[in-house]
């Protein structure tokens, strides 16, 4: 989010870069005014429920961020702040070069979306266990009921498992991890585990046993599911 560094760089490629916010005729478009004061962007954090107050610039809004997660009662509202704030940036360049932005109430929808997969994906560090595993009732389940963006609801009296692997440069590292919802997409369990498997074919294979074994294993299976 850098404002004086990317304009410079962008205009030495020859990209023309405007100083002025092109909805607010002789502002200048500073970052601060971009995520906060510009009059899109209040309409944007209006729609905030966690937001405590009117942020005004870019140091007294990582100041609040920093102190929330210092705070365990306050540490998710963080997380949906500096998604909020990536997505009204985000949202700017669709508008500036591409010609195309979304309504403010979409704007904070994708947030609250992404905020919810990576609170739903955190990892329990604290339980020195090698499978995390976290139930609706029991895990940063707070949003767990916003619709997430383009997933489909399995059919009602259903489970949907969403499953993915990972694995860092090299082969080294591999994870896997897993998410359980109903056809409400109320979070029913997310769980991971770190892996030592070096292709990436077998870690998505493990990350879809490790969603089905657990149904298998502490949830309801249809009959007829094999």
């Known amino acids: 989010m850098g404002h004086s560094t990317y304009p410079r760089d962008l205009g030495e490629e020859g990209v023309p870069i405007p100083a002025d916010c092109e909805g607010c005729l002789g502002e200048e478009e500073t970052t601060s005014h971009v995520l906060f004061t510009c009059p899109w962007a209040r309409q944007v954090w209006g729609l905030v429920a966690t937001r405590r107050q009117s942020f005004i610039s870019t140091e007294a809004f990582l100041s609040q961020v920093r102190d929330s997660a210092r705070r365990f009662d306050m540490a ?12 009204i940036w985000l949202d700017r360049n669709a508008r500036i070069f591409e010609g195309r932005g979304f309504y403010p109430r979409l704007v904070v929808t ?3 979306a992404h905020a919810a997969e990576l609170v739903s994906a955190a990892v329990d560090s604290s339980s020195g266990d090698d ?9 940063p389940h707070r949003y767990a009921m916003i619709p997430l963006v383009s997933w489909a609801p399995p059919p009602p ?9 990972s694995v860092a440069e ?4 591999c ?3 897993f998410v359980i919802r109903d056809h409400d ?14 292709s990436v074919y077998v870690t998505e294979l493990h990350a879809t046993w490790e969603g089905l074994l657990y149904m298998l294993e502490y949830t309801w299976v249809p009959d007829g599911f094999f």
């Not at 998710?76 to 997505?87: I, L």
């Open 175 to 177: 994870g896997v991890g």
């Open 110 to 112: 994708r947030a609250y």
């Open 76 to 87: 998710d509202r963080g997380v949906v702040w500096a998604h909020v704030a990536y997505h």
């Open 170 to 173: 090299g082969g080294s590292r």
């Open 157 to 165: 009296g259903s489970l949907k498992v969403n499953f993915d692997g």
């Open 185 to 198: 997409s109320r979070l029913i369990v997310a769980g991971g585990r770190r892996t030592f498997d070096g």
């Open 131 to 139: 499978r995390d595993t976290w139930g609706a009732f029991s895990s």
